[in-house]
C-alpha cells in the first residue's frame, strides 16, 4: 500500500505503520499529523525525513579524550552524510520511506545481501547510538544489576573488558565493536561486525557500541587503536546509558529464573 | 627433527640473522624509493611516514607472525590452526603486497609522477576508457563508492588482454577478483591513506592522487603481460 498522499486519509483510522518517519522534532508524530490535518484540509503530500540528531552533550565535553575536532568532523560530516544520502534514497523509494529505522535497516540488509540504502541507514542509526554511548566523564564501573549481568556472562568485568579490546584490536578494516544482549541465548556477548551491520539484523539488543573507522580515532590518535579503545573504555564509555538500555532490554528478553517458591 | 633444531641454534648463536632460519622466508619493510615529502601537496609528509612506518610495518610484522605460526601448525598437522591463520594471513599479507605496490604506483613531480601514459599502455588506456580522464572519472567514481576500506585498482586481464578497473575489499589483493588480473596502479582508500589531510573528503584526494601516479611503473608492468 503507498503512503504519503494516502496515508493522509487513512490516518485517523490509527494505523502506526503507515506514519511517516517523524522528524526529530519535539512533538509526536501522530500530533503533527493532526496540526496538518486541521489546518490544511486539501490533503497535501507531507513527507518527513530523518534529521541530523546531536549528541547529547556539547562537540567539545569529550575533550581531550575525543576532541572537538573530531566531533565535529564525524558528526558534523560523515553523520550529517549519512542522513542526507539516506533522505535522498527514501526519496525515491516510497516502499522503503514507509519503514521504521529498525525495520528500515533490517529491510535493506536483506539477509546478507544488502540493498544500497542499508549502508546509509545503518550508518545513521550506529552513529546516533555511539554518540548516546558515550557521555563526559565517563568510563569506570557499571553498578548494580548491569555489573552483575557483566560477572555472570563473562565471568569478570576485566574479562569482558578484555574481549571487548581483544575484538576491537581484531577487527579487519572497518567496523564496530558491541556489548550486546543476545535473544536467544539469553547472554551478554561481545560481537565485532564490519563496515555498517549492527546487531539489529540478527535480532539483538545492542548495549554499548564503539566506532572503530579510522575516521573515529584517526585525527586523534593516528594508527594507535589500543590507546583509542583504552581510553574509551576508561573515559568515554556512558555506563548510564548502557544500563537504561539494558533495563529495556529486560522488558524483552527474560534473563532471570523466576523465583518459584517450593510449595 | 633434532638435527633442525640443532642448525638453529648454532645459526642464531653465530649471529647470522639469516631470514630463513627454518625455510621460512620473512619479509621486511621496503624502503620508499622517495623522501616522505615528496609527495607534497597531493599527498602530505605527515601522512606517507605514517602510512610507511606505521600501517606497512604493521601489515609486516603480523604476516610475518601470522606466517610462523602457520608453519608451526603445518608441522604439526594442525588442521584448524592451518584454516583458523588464513584470514590473517590474507588481510595482513595483502596489506604488504597492496603497499609495496603503491609505493611503486606514486613518484614525485620531478621524477615524472602524474606523466600521461605513453607508448602502449597509452594505447591502451584511450583504446578500453576513450581517454585518461574517462579513466581517471572511473576510478574516482568506485573509489567514492567503495565503502568501508579497500583499494581502487587498474589492471590488465593477461588472458583476454583488455584494462580493467576493480575495487577489492580490506586488503583484498587484485588477484582475488579475477586469477589473471595484474595490477597496474592501486590506489589505497582506506581512511589513513587520506584522512590526516583531505578529512572526510576522498573524493577530492581521489582526484589529486593522479598528480603523482608513476605512469612509468604502470607501463613496465603492462608492457611485461602484454608484450
Known amino acids: 500500500m503507498a503512503i504519503c498522499g494516502t496515508t493522509l486519509n487513512t490516518i485517523s483510522v490509527f494505523r502506526w505503520h503507515w506514519v511517516p518517519i517523524y522528524c526529530r522534532s519535539n512533538i509526536s508524530p501522530c500530533q503533527q499529523q493532526r496540526r496538518e490535518l486541521r489546518g490544511a484540509q486539501r490533503a497535501s503530500k507531507v513527507k518527513a525525513y ?20 573530531t566531533l565535529e568532523r564525524h558528526w ?10 539516506l533522505n535522498k534514497q527514501l526519496e525515491k523509494n516510497d516502499i522503503l520511506y514507509g519503514y521504521t529505522m529498525n525495520e528500515l535497516i533490517k529491510v535493506t540488509y536483506n539477509n546478507g545481501n544488502p540493498l544500497p540504502e542499508f549502508n546509509n541507514a545503518a550508518q545513521v542509526w550506529n552513529h546516533d547510538f555511539f554518540w548516546e554511548s558515550m557521555q563526559p566523564g565517563g568510563g569506570k564501573m557499571p553498578m548494580l544489576g548491569l555489573l552483575k549481568q557483566i560477572e555472570k556472562d563473562f565471568g569478570s568485568f576485566t574479562n569482558f573488558r578484555e574481549k571487548f579490546t581483544e575484538a576491537a584490536l581484531t577487527l579487519f578494516g572497518s567496523g564496530w565493536v558491541w556489548l550486546v544482549l543476545k535473544r536467544n541465548q539469553k547472554q551478554l556477548a561481545v560481537v565485532k561486525t564490519s563496515n555498517a551491520i549492527n546487531p539489529l539484523v540478527w535480532d539483538d539488543i545492542p548495549i554499548i557500541g564503539l566506532d572503530m573507522w579510522e575516521h573515529a580515532y584517526y585525527l586523534d590518535y593516528k594508527n594507535d587503536r589500543g590507546e583509542y579503545v583504552n581510553v574509551f573504555m576508561n573515559h568515554l564509555v556512558s555506563w548510564n546509558a548502557a544500563a537504561a538500555r539494558m533495563a529495556r532490554a529486560q522488558a524483552f528478553v527474560n534473563l532471570g529464573e523466576p523465583k518459584i517458591p517450593v510449595a | 627433527m633434532a638435527l633442525r633444531t640443532l642448525t638453529r641454534k648454532t645459526l642464531g648463536g653465530v649471529g647470522l640473522g639469516f631470514q630463513q632460519l627454518r625455510g621460512l622466508q620473512t619479509f621486511s619493510l621496503p624502503d620508499l624509493p622517495y623522501d616522505y615529502g615528496a609527495l607534497e601537496p597531493a599527498i602530505s609528509g605527515e601522512i606517507m611516514q605514517l602510512h610507511h612506518q606505521k600501517h606497512h610495518q604493521t601489515y609486516i610484522t603480523n604476516y610475518n607472525k601470522a606466517l610462523e605460526q602457520l608453519e608451526d601448525a603445518m608441522n604439526k598437522g594442525d588442521s584448524s590452526t592451518v584454516v583458523k591463520l588464513q584470514s590473517a594471513i ?22 615524472g609522477g602524474g606523466e600521461p601514459p605513453k607508448g602502449s599502455l597509452g594505447w591502451a588506456v584511450d583504446t578500453n576508457f576513450g581517454s585518461l580522464e574517462a579513466l581517471v572519472q572511473k576510478m574516482g567514481a568506485e573509489g567514492a563508492a567503495l565503502q568501508g576500506s579497500g583499494w581502487v585498482w587498474l589492471g590488465v586481464d593477461k588472458e583476454l588482454k583488455k584494462l580493467v578497473i576493480e575495487t577489492t575489499a580490506n ?6 577478483k579475477g586469477p589473471t588480473l595484474v595490477p597496474l596502479i592501486g590506489i589505497d582508500v582506506w581512511e589513513h591513506a587520506y584522512y590526516l589531510q583531505y578529512k572526510n573528503v576522498r573524493p577530492d584526494y581521489l582526484k589529486n592522487i593522479w598528480k603523482v601516479i608513476n605512469w612509468k611503473y604502470a607501463s ?7 608484450p
Open chain 2, 220 to 226: 613496465e608492468v603492462y608492457e611485461k603481460e602484454c
Open chain 2, 171 to 176: 586488503q583484498d589483493p587484485l588477484v582475488t
Open chain 2, 90 to 111: 590474507k588481510f595482513n599479507g595483502g596489506g604488504h603486497i597492496n603497499h609495496s605496490i603503491f609505493w611503486k604506483n606514486l613518484a614525485s613531480v620531478h621524477e
Open chain 1, 76 to 85: 558534523g560530516d560523515h553523520h550529517h552524510d549519512y542522513v542526507e544520502g
Open chain 1, 50 to 69: 530523518y534529521g541530523l540528531k546531536s549528541p547529547p552533550y556539547k562537540l567539545d565535553a569529550l575533550e581531550p579524550f575525543m576532541s572537538r575536532r
